[in-house]
């Protein structure tokens, strides 16, 4: 069980980063104690095909701005353990259930594109989606970097309002003592929760998984967990 606290403050030295043209990946969030994603050289692994229709009814519907990813990420494995392919028309999402398939369109151009979720993220509190190279192009979202964008699923493998298993993910920390000294914290408060640190991409992490990765408690952690920079997800893992 967790135990109840007020709201936690804790100081951190990571960073945003900001620049539009220059949009950082998300680090991965996997389903094990890992650390996350490592360098391997095989061939990206062929998606499974994403069949839809061009009238098909959305299932959930959300806007909000999107980036994109590719190096240092591209042949890497992606959260649900496929290899990831910045050339495959697929997205990180925070929240839809894994190998969801979702359109989304620039609000601006009205350009769409059909993705799937394969990924974690953004890491970045103001967007909601990362999309693949490929898909960045397609909504011309790759050049200026960012774009406001309609998210319309249209079909998903597991509810998305009820039941998953679920984290918190915080950082991004340049410095691994301050992110240490959270884990503590976060240990010493959340009895019965799994507190790992890890590095990423864009710096030291600490990720808490609430007992039976549940959702409730996972969302009671990130509403009490505040820092001075970087964010606080909530992430779900499955």
């Given at each position: 069980m967790l135990i109840a606290i007020g709201t936690l403050l804790l100081s951190a030295c990571g960073h945003k980063k900001t620049a539009a043209n220059r949009v950082p990946p998300p680090p991965t969030v996997t389903t094990d104690t890992a650390p996350p994603t490592q360098s391997t050289t095989k061939a990206p692994t062929p998606p499974p095909a994403v069949e839809t229709s061009?009238?098909?009814?959305?299932?959930?519907?959300?806007?909000?701005?999107?980036?994109?990813?590719?190096?240092?990420?591209?042949?890497?494995?992606?959260?649900?353990?496929?290899?990831?392919?910045?050339?495959?028309?697929?997205?990180?999402?925070?929240?839809?259930?894994?190998?969801?398939?979702?359109?989304?369109?620039?609000?601006?151009?009205?350009?769409?594109?059909?993705?799937?979720?394969?990924?974690?993220?953004?890491?970045?509190?103001?967007?909601?989606?990362?999309?693949?190279?490929?898909?960045?192009?397609?909504?011309?979202?790759?050049?200026?970097?960012?774009?406001?964008?309609k998210i319309e699923v249209l079909s998903a493998p597991a509810p998305i309002f009820e039941g998953g298993r679920w984290c918190v993910q915080i950082g991004a920390f340049q410095s691994r003592h301050d992110a240490l000294k959270l884990k503590e914290k976060l240990e010493a408060h959340y009895q019965g929760a799994q507190v790992i640190e890890f590095t990423g991409p864009t710096g030291e992490w600490v990720r808490i998984r609430p007992e039976g990765d549940d959702k409730r408690k996972a969302q009671d952690v990130a509403a009490n967990t505040h820092v001075k920079e970087g964010g606080v997800f909530l992430v779900r893992l499955d």
């Open positions: 061009k009238h098909q009814k959305p299932i959930y519907v959300e806007t909000g701005l999107a980036s994109w990813y590719g190096p240092p990420y591209h042949n890497r494995h992606g959260a649900n353990g496929e290899v990831y392919d910045q050339n495959a028309l697929t997205a990180a999402h925070r929240t839809l259930p894994m190998n969801s398939v979702v359109r989304v369109t620039n609000e601006s151009t009205k350009h769409s594109v059909v993705v799937r979720v394969t990924d974690r993220g953004p890491f970045i509190e103001d967007r909601v989606i990362d999309l693949s190279l490929a898909a960045a192009k397609a909504v011309d979202v790759w050049r200026p970097g960012t774009a406001t964008v």
